[in-house]
């Protein structure tokens, strides 16, 4: 609380982050991912040690890009605008502070996730449109509870290494990293997608198992042709 | 109907818990709780022994602030405007009359937890989510028909001493509680929420248990720290 | 369509049925009842021996009251506007040439009642919804193939003496029937509704039976006790 | 790119067809068949070798006339207005060269056909509305990867001599033909629409089969003689 004042260009770039974040709430609504005020979305301040996140327990039809709260990288408010952050602040601040090239982050309880989560069991990778977004399972991370860093560092644990940006925490729920907010929104929307359409499969058999080699074809190949130039397959 | 006219004060209370009501039961739509005319919400007159109630067979989108239905502790109408109340007004009455602390009451026949409720089974505490919001199981309420008491008295010998403020009413549907009538509501949706992931999370083999110690830490710290001062984790 | 011209009494009918029969079928789209053109309502014309019915493969968003058909119990069109009537226009004429006391009928090709269909199996009554609207499981009707009076044969004869409104015709899908069209369309979503909830609890186990005489009295208490007076538990 | 221009009659031609299907996107949203970017629809040019195609990752909500991309029969690029034309279109281009009578091409990742797509299982012909719109088991076609005809050729293979419009490609998802976009989109919906149901049927036990016969008579009446004359069955 006792920071100092943003640089006029910092501020520029928190304004914008705001506007952006407000936006990305609403399509985890419209993707059905969260209910009443579950979940939320942050963005890291491109050079500065702050993010920008969802504020506690407020519903999302009133979210306005004013109510979000930036946070520095130890989960500490620097400009809340008397609203407190997200209660999964210290996990997003823990994620920032180990894992330089995430830019944001998004939690969700979406359902069919955890479903998986629940049982602790990762999605397998059997449809093509999964080796596109995720080049391999979605792993599961540790039973954590809120509280302290154990939830950031059992979704930097996961993650560090692996190509997926989905990662599912035992009996809780997907938490899904990206260079930007919107890329992890993607991520989380896609997430549930397939985590439902692979539970939905199994559920009379067997999916049959994609050639590991060509998982790693399909996802060089999304990664670099997919979308218009300069989109980043978002 | 032959009740006295309520206090200037208390006429104040009664038209803003109506307009409340009206549109809480949006929420029951909008969370797809609810088909046709099934479902209520109702909510205590504070300091009145009154409560307020969806009129019975009314279609949502033509409830109204003026079409609630005030009713006293035993059910009887002080106010109705020419419209019978919810066909379950004795039961939410049965639990006013026995649970002082409950401000709000909600019914539905919401898909998954009528599932839960139609095999008479509990839904066990698997997600954190659930620890937080019930810290405990969903319980299941004796079957009871319409008519008497009987389903008000299982409501309130089901959830008295309980976490959780939901019950499954067996082969019938949940039952939802709360200080107020918004607490309730949103017990009913994260009531649907949680019965549709473990639910979902059954079908491909086992949950894995929550330690019981940890849902007693998530359940404390939600209903202290969650949200912005005041909220009430609602 | 060499038919004589209406009254103007039942010409002043006959619209306001057009225009019922117009909004009912958007009930179909915001329950999820159907896809594409599928699906379809009918009125009986009270006091004629006509009944008005949805054009053939017309979009619900362009269904208007003039694009309703007006058709002979026969199911020959006397005012079609130059549109044909629905394909399934037989079935309901054979049903209101049998079942006089029938004065709406719906069909649709819901998700869940369809899937009870395919197995030809009835839906047990396991849910006090169900008693309370159906008053005993949802019956299953012969395979009947479109092209003559054999689909309209099997709904006359498994709904004759039956309490259920409606029939699952055997790999096919729901037909419900009413005193009018709107409380035929609230038995069609009424009957996806309770054949997705037990659908839903079989997948985990055995839903409890409810007591034969405990669905009597709710079955008679709903018919006779639900709703504002007269409007008939629709 | 280095294309002739369109004479003044094919431009007009391209003018409706870029309004068209910039529409029926919107149904695959309408209808939940597709997430984020996923998912295209394209249709042919009448009376040239051109398809018009939706752009690469651009979301549905930004989807214009102007932005759809006209593509030569190799897949080429012949007036993108600067957008990279769906990374499916070397699959649309491909079924547009080998099959004459196909005029609309969807390809979707809509959950219940890719989990029946995962398991590399036909979708089995036991409802009547699957007997209209498909004549026949929904069939599979082979596991191939994107960057070459390997899709093309394998949609091809499939459909050529099958009744059925719609293929689910082996760990993919689907793709549907007709005559125009409408009746590509129609099937993607209903192919939709027919694979839940029909997974959900099997999740209690087995659907009865329909009689081949009957599966016949019910296509064959289908394509002659539902909706309105000069509509196709669309």
């Not at 330089?100 to 989560?117: D, F, K, L, M, Q």
């Not at 985590?195 to 058999?205: D, E, N, W």
């Not at 999916?207 to 997919?226: M, N, Q, T």
Request: glycine share 10%; hydrophobic share 40%.
């Amino acid at each position: 609380m006792n920071a100092e004042p943003l640089s006029p260009d910092a501020a520029t770039v928190v304004a914008a982050l705001r506007e952006e974040l407000s936006e990305l709430h609403q399509e985890l609504v419209r993707y059905d991912l969260v209910v009443w005020t579950g979940g939320n979305v942050s963005g890291r301040v491109p050079g500065q040690d702050l993010f920008v996140i969802k504020p506690s327990g407020v519903p999302y039809e009133r979210l306005t890009p004013q109510s979000m709260v930036v946070c520095d990288l130890e989960g500490r408010v620097v400009d809340g605008g008397g609203l407190k952050p997200s209660s999964d602040t210290a996990a997003h601040a823990y994620v920032y502070r180990h894992m330089p090239e995430v830019g944001g982050i998004v939690h969700t309880h979406s359902t069919y996730a955890c479903a998986w989560a629940a049982r602790g069991e990762p999605v397998p990778c059997v449809l093509t449109a999964m080796a596109d977004e995720f080049g391999a399972e979605i792993p599961v991370g540790p039973f954590a509870v809120i509280g302290d860093d154990s939830i950031g560092r059992g979704i930097v644990e996961t993650l560090t290494g692996h190509r997926s940006p989905a990662v599912l925490m035992r009996n809780h729920g997907p938490f899904t990293i990206g260079p930007g907010p919107r890329a992890a929104v993607k991520a989380a929307v896609m997430c549930e997608d397939v985590a439902r359409s692979v539970h939905i499969s199994h559920q009379l058999g067997r999916p049959l198992p994609i050639d590991p080699e060509a998982v790693d074809r399909l996802h060089h190949r999304y990664r670099h042709a997919y979308g218009q130039p300069g989109t980043s397959a978002q």
